[in-house]
């Protein structure tokens, strides 16, 4: 498959516009094959007018017929073989292996969401039969689904070009919900995308999906916003910067209509080990923070990037193994020149402000657009007082916060903003601290590890990707696993619907046979 | 139990502020007895505290204590007996019959939460439980469920002094859902507010709820503003004006941290009435229609303001029954002076650009607030070209807009706003239309009825009382029903905890016997 550089207005490749951009290598430094054509105003009128008639096809389509159109965006994505890896691998300098594990990642969640759609209970089916004699007023019949809000725009992530992009969690949970995607190409990996969006257009004709049902624009801020706010858009999910995201959900809570920004922007990861488990095992938690803190050269969201302990013996144990082994660490490729730039940007703040406690002696190739780990040590007051030091320094870059005690790790943590996860280290000796730090730790995250490291967001029913702000814009959702769907839908009540004129879920046969909840009950009982 | 006019900050009257304000009766216009306190900034921040104290304290309280407390409140508020009664008759000038009923649906909001609490299926616990030799990676233990959002701010409503005020639908969910209350209390029914607030700390005390589970407050607009953007509150819920609505929801926006914002505002919940069934039963049709619209002088948020026919025979019969029946509908008195004089106001601007199509001819009594009915038909051109037509008059007036054909139906409806509800009348007749038609219903609304009329709003689990904006600002959700619990929480997922740290919805054994999601299947069998 060739990428021809083109916008996707639905089904139509199209390149109007007067500019275009390349991306480059971060490991070269050269720039790779193909013009990539940014949008223009006309392209986006095309575009938005083929959602919004896409829309009133697609959300019709059952079950079935978009389960199939997911696993069949599955199997285009599987055939484009090797071409997309080696341009990922060229656009983005991640390995190999990851990129062909974030691939199998990408198509397990269309397949998983095709399977939560043929099971078909989440849709929240929920029935009211009629009472006609009730006094003093006759209760009508009720009965309620979730439907799709309309076409939703998502905007690709730097650091996971299969994953969070084209054909990401936001793009599958999206088309499981029934809305139309427009999809803003990450210009990091803009040919990624391509051949990407080209698999999700093949699977729409194969599987006789409207055109406009999905669409990929390149595209700069200015025209990315004027999407934002096209009344067609019903919903936005991004995943990337704090100051990106805002200005998004800003752009869409002013809108004339306001919707729902799902942006997931920032987050520091706080991991706390109490002193009993760290008496036991400070050097074996070293080495895993070692491991996690420069896992993808830290380039993850749920990278762990604050840690609170008590400043004892078993701390100065902690902080030579940590020492020795970061020491080794080699310097590795960051996604581009920016986001490296960003890196050394933010630990030279950090040096300005905090003790070095840690650092990689490896040879930094700086045209290799190559960094190494850098951790650091604050006092508990320090880090009270200085916000900057809770800033996000995307990379591996990680601040120890030393405390006298236990309370002082509640107070520190009580100081710091939402969270994506929370981790807590604890054995039998912390047993006394645990409701206290559960609960603060529940308040500030959406995942709350005991033991581990965050690094690795399993996708399944039960993983919450999300949280308090600024951690999300909305912390009311997951952004992984199958409650993803649960974004874009909104609740309609039916009153007094003939049977024929109901969607299948809400009909007395429950032919779907979904779990449904019936007069109070849970059940997939048909009503007689 | 006595009026003392103190703001309840927790469980402590307090009255620090130099303004005041008395509330007047409607049908009378004299003022009565109590003068209520402004709440002042200090005053606030006593609130702010005792609600994030509180919050710690009650979101642990277990399902079953937090039902009592539900349950103590319905107890409580019965127990205010005819006091409450006769105080909300002068203050709204509402008939007793109205007022006694929403009063039995507001404690009846109250037990059905806490019929959802012992129940616990509501919380959407989901548990994978580990695969610790899975390759390449091992598998994680993780399990979810819904917590508490923080303290919620709730406005209460003018039309409802029960079933949408203190302890109404907004109050009722929060505290089901583990968050402390602080209530504005609505100006026009002060003294009512005061009652029921009263029996809210009764109930918290006598269950051992923390004092700041729940206050409220007689505040100006601003100090209602400042409240919103105060960091301890973690949602709104509103039913009002779209202005006022509006007011919040972009203060919230705007906070640091911004937070959710159930706003519900306006709506004319547009009534389809298609010619077959017309020709079968226009005279029928008229009648319902009538005494739909006059219902408790038109002062519903479901209201049918707006309705569409084509203009033929039946329409013809249907507008001359319909004016035979209003003219005889008395004078009634509205909630205030101020809401009277913008219903008023409302009727001018419709005399001014449609034509009056039926009107009581009852005397009105501008003294005792009175008001009458007034219908309106416009052409399908004027309705797209005057937005000023789709402006919702609170208070019993409608439009009616005269098609030449159901297809200008579709058209016209397709220029409406998002709408709390939209019914279609049909019969066999009409089938044709009936796909298109329901389509389009089903993207403009929340609660879709097919025959009958919108005012009456069901209890119930399947009830959907929201929509696409303005409606309300935020469609994912219902603000009546026991769906609305779903508004104040946030998914936290637990990775690989022990057991006794676990909240007992996710604990193997399953000690509540909810219904959970494990490894992909819905049961509510313990894990072996």
Not at 444 to 454: N, S
Not at 497 to 504: C, K, M, S, V
Request: proline share 5%; net charge negative; hydrophobic share 45%.
């Amino acid at each position: 498959m060739e990428i021809t550089g083109k916008n996707f207005i639905g089904n139509t490749p199209s390149a109007k516009g007067a500019n275009n951009f390349q991306v480059s290598n971060p490991q070269t430094g050269a720039l790779l094959p193909t013009s990539f054509s940014l949008v223009t105003e006309d392209e986006i009128k095309e575009l938005a007018a083929k959602a919004a008639t896409a829309f009133k096809i697609y959300h019709k389509k059952s079950a079935a017929e978009k389960a199939v159109f997911l696993e069949t965006i599955a199997a285009e994505i599987d055939a484009l073989g090797d071409t997309v890896i080696q341009r990922a691998m060229q656009e983005t300098g991640l390995p190999e292996a990851r990129l062909q594990g974030e691939r199998g990642r990408t198509t397990g969640q269309l397949k998983m969401f095709a399977k939560l759609l043929r099971e078909g209970s989440w849709a929240d089916a929920r029935i009211d039969t009629a009472i006609p004699d009730r006094q003093p007023l006759p209760k009508p019949d009720l009965r309620s689904i979730l439907v799709a809000l309309g076409p939703v725009m998502v905007f690709g992530a730097s650091n996971f070009p299969f994953a969070y992009s084209a054909a990401g969690g936001d793009t599958a949970s999206a088309l499981a919900a029934g809305c139309p995607v427009v999809v803003k190409a990450h210009p990091l990996h803009a040919g990624t995308d391509a051949l990407v969006a080209q698999a999700i257009i093949n699977a729409a004709q194969k599987t006789g999906m409207p055109d406009g049902v999905f669409s990929l624009v390149f595209s700069d801020e200015a025209m990315a916003i004027r999407l934002v706010t096209d009344p067609v858009i019903k919903a936005i999910g991004f995943t990337g910067s704090r100051k990106g995201g805002m200005a998004i959900f800003n752009a869409a809570v002013n809108r004339t209509e306001p919707i729902p920004v799902y942006a997931e922007m920032s987050a520091i990861n706080p991991v706390i080990l109490l002193p009993g488990t760290m008496a036991a095992n400070a050097a074996g938690i070293a080495q895993g923070f070692s491991a996690s803190v420069s896992l993808g050269v830290g380039q993850f969201c749920t990278n762990p990037g604050l840690m609170f302990m008590v400043n004892d013996a078993a701390a100065q144990e902690f902080l030579a193994v940590l020492n020795d082994k970061i020491k080794d660490i080699p310097a590795a490729t960051m996604l581009s020149k920016g986001i490296c730039a960003a890196y050394n940007d933010g630990v030279a703040k950090l040096k300005s402000s905090a003790t070095v406690a840690a650092h990689s002696t490896a040879t930094v190739h700086a045209e290799k657009t190559e960094a190494t780990p850098y951790i650091f040590t604050v006092t508990q007051k320090d880090f009270i007082s200085n916000k900057n030091l809770s800033n996000e320094v995307f990379g591996p870059a990680s601040v120890i916060v030393l405390c006298s005690n236990v309370e002082e790790i509640l107070e520190a943590l009580q100081h710091a903003e939402g969270q994506l996860t929370a981790t807590v280290h604890a054995n039998a000796q912390d047993e006394k601290y645990m409701d206290d730090i559960v609960d603060l730790m529940k308040e500030k995250a959406g995942r709350i590890l005991f033991g581990g490291f965050p690094t690795g967001v399993e996708v399944c029913d039960s993983i919450v990707h999300g949280g308090p702000f600024p951690a999300t814009t909305d912390s009311r959702t997951t952004s992984v696993g199958t409650g993803a769907i649960l974004r874009f839908v909104r609740p309609v009540a039916y009153q007094n619907f003939p049977q024929h004129l109901l969607p299948d879920e809400l009909k007395d046969s429950n032919p779907l046979n979904t779990l449904r909840i019936v007069n109070g009950v849970h059940t997939r009982d048909a009503i007689a």
